[in-house]
Every structure is written in structure tokens, then in C-alpha cells.
């Protein structure tokens, strides 16, 4: 999801994308609601302020979101605003919206609304592409039997055959 951001930095560089965990948002919201007085509302109106004016705004695992009325409400109006100025959402979850039961309709329909996509682990095949452009990228010569054997048993993870890739480079 980081590579999404950094492809839209490398195509247009002043574009302010916005990448975040949802528990980080989460946190920043719960602290700035926990604030006295004037001071909760000017730090809650930053944080608004902040997200809402991202081109592209990234939160990774969604999910954390559930049973977090407040949150839930405050990323509801981030989102429609974002929509609303033709500005990029992009969230992940380890569920597809349908599943996320416990969270609010409006925002189960919204995420419905946009592309929905599986992220499955890589195959084989995709394993030796990604080897093989790892390497070149490292400006090394791989042999193929060597890339066929650190795909061979490297789990789901690219970053453990990233991992493996360079134990074999050094």
C-alpha cells in the first residue's frame, strides 16, 4: 500500500499523500477528543484540516475502526469531503467491507462503492518475477536455480523473500 504512495509521489511530486495506520488515526482523534476545552477543539480541527486536505489519503487496516463511534463519524465526514473534491481514498482491511458487520452502514456502502480488491499472496511464478526484478534492481545475476529455490519454500510474505534474496546477495 506504501508503494500506491510512492508511485503517486514519483508521477506528481506535489501532491501531499497522507499514509496512516488506522490506529494511529484513531489515537490522533481519541487524543485531541481527551484535550480541555478550546484546546480539544483547535487540535480536532487541525487533525481535520490535516486529512482533509491530503490528494491522496492512505489508512491501512480499517478494521481498527470498529466500535469507535466517534472515530468512525470523524472519518465519515474525512471521507465525503475527500469524494467530494475528487481526492483519492485508499484503505485496506483484512476483510472485505461486507464482513466489517459492526461498522456503520454509511460507511460499509462508501467503501462498497469503490474498487474492492483481494490482495493474495504471490504464486510461484510472481515470486521468480519479483526475485528477478529485485536482483537487477540490486544490480546482481541471480541463477535461475537459485531464484526457483528461494521461491520455492518462502512463505506468503515478499518481504521474506526480499529477505532471503538479499541473504544470497551478501
Known sequence: IQAIGNHVLSVKPTAKVIYVTCEQFVNEFI?????KGA????????????YRSADVLIIDDIQFIIGKIAVQEEFFHT????????KQVIITS????KQLTTLQDRLKTRFQGGLVVDM?????ETKIAILKVKA????????DEV??????????DVRTLEGRLTKVIF
Do not use: C, W
Open 31 to 35: 487524543n485531541s477528543m481527551l484535550s
Open 39 to 50: 484546546e480539544s477543539r483547535e487540535r480536532g480541527n487541525q487533525l481535520r484540516q490535516y
Open 79 to 86: 471521507f465525503n469531503e475527500l469524494v467530494s473534491k475528487n
Open 94 to 97: 483484512d476483510q472485505h467491507p
Open 120 to 124: 493474495v499472496p504471490p504464486d510461484y
Open 136 to 143: 537487477m534492481n540490486k544490480r546482481t545475476i541471480v541463477p
Open 147 to 156: 531464484l526457483a529455490f528461494l521461491a520455492q519454500d518462502s512463505g506468503d
